[in-house]
């Protein structure tokens, strides 16, 4: 990261934050609940970058005399909002503008000037300002160098595919030397091959704001390639529960359990989560453990009884069952076609999404069920454990 932009950013007595410290990378995504505070950070971020911001008593958490910001730089610095000598430019777009002027302030000054130049380019020459700040994001990914692009909900109005052509907008920008910090609610936007990118907010029942950096995991090249701009993966981010499935075919099928039980899955804002095979699960459970995100694991044991074990899967039930723990691991006998009660290897999708959805509710298997409840439980409020 270049040495002028943030590092950290320090907010006390600030709207719903008591004493917050905020790690920002190059790209830094604010995720978490309706109302957690994710735009207060924004806020918190152009209060202490730009000069023309005015802070009011709303600004000031109620029952605070006072309240104070602070950032560091990447080069050690400290900035403040009586001394921002050395802050980078701010580039701040609020979801309330979205159909209209976009960026929120006016330039304090010139480098400030030169950042918001491109947008308003942009936004003159547009017929809809949803479009413009797709075009606006992209002059300043050929134009600008050292900014801090700021965007609330940048998803609003924008088709799926534009959400991951906005990812790879962000890292151009960043390429160029600047930093994007934005709130979402789209999974198109994040990834869960980069999770120190993401950045967990959440409020405590006293309402106080806190944010939490997920930490990196280590992956190989074919898994970053297998999630990235994967939001179906992605979603388990915005999930309340994740049931951590090997492929399509349990994919397909759970959404009708949990229909015959009288449950709908996405209503419970619960992902089935199709892992790209079995060795994967170990991984997605310790993302899901990062990410505070409560799951539930379905997978086949691959254990015959008319074969002798084989060690290599005997080896990997046993790290799934430890990873995971036994309370949060449904095992399949011998796999799911044994327990849904069709044998053929052929159209397996197809297959189960037929056999599945024509079983009487009283007739599902007992593992289908039991994993859904888990999931239903794990999704209600309440904080979870991951002992």
């Not at 430019?89 to 304090?108: N, T, Y």
Request: include cysteine.
């Amino acid at each position: 990261m270049p040495d002028g932009l943030i590092r950290e950013i320090r907010a006390v007595n600030f709207r719903s934050a008591r004493r917050l410290s905020v790690d920002v990378g190059a790209i830094c995504a604010l995720i978490g609940e309706p109302g957690a505070g994710k735009s207060n950070v924004l806020l918190a971020l152009r209060a202490l970058l730009d000069p023309g911001f005015e802070l009011s008593n709303a600004d000031v958490r109620w029952g605070a005399r006072s309240l104070s910001l602070e950032g560091t730089l990447a080069d050690g610095r400290v900035i403040s909002m009586r001394k921002r000598a050395g802050a980078p430019p701010l580039v701040h777009f609020p979801a309330e503008l979205r159909g209209g002027r976009l960026v929120a302030g006016e330039p304090a000054d010139e480098a400030a000037a030169l950042a918001h130049e491109p947008v308003a380019r942009a936004l003159a020459g547009s017929p809809a300002p949803r479009v413009a700040l797709v075009r606006g994001l992209e002059a300043c990914a050929e134009e600008t160098t050292g900014a801090v692009f700021a965007i609330e909900e940048p998803e609003l109005f924008l088709a799926p595919q534009a959400h991951r052509y906005l990812r790879r907008l962000f890292r151009r920008l960043v390429a160029r030397g600047n930093q994007v910090v934005f709130t979402t609610h789209a999974p198109g936007l994040l990834s869960v091959a980069t999770l120190d990118e993401v950045n967990l907010v959440s409020r405590d029942e006293l309402g106080v704001t806190a944010v939490e950096r997920l930490r990196p995991i280590d992956v190989d090249d074919a898994f970053r390639v297998m999630c990235e701009f994967d939001a179906e993966r992605a979603e388990l981010f915005m999930s309340r529960c994740a049931i951590l499935v090997e492929g399509m075919t349990e994919k397909i099928a759970f959404p009708f359990v949990f229909r015959a039980l009288g449950h709908d899955a996405d209503r419970e804002q619960i992902s089935i989560v199709e892992c790209g095979g079995k060795s994967n699960l170990p991984l997605f459970v310790e993302i899901c453990k990062r990410a505070r995100v409560p799951y539930v694991v379905v997978h086949d044991s691959d254990m015959r009884p008319d074969r002798e074990p084989v060690e290599s899967e005997v080896r990997l039930n046993a790290l799934i069952r430890r990873r995971a723990g036994a309370r949060r691991t449904v095992v399949l006998e011998p796999d799911f076609e044994g327990v849904a009660g069709f044998r053929s290897r052929t159209g397996k999708p197809k297959r189960a999404f037929r056999h599945i959805g024509e079983t009487p509710p009283d007739e599902l298997p007992e593992p289908f069920v039991r994993a859904v409840r888990l999931a239903l439980t794990a999704a209600r409020p309440g904080p979870p454990s991951y002992s």
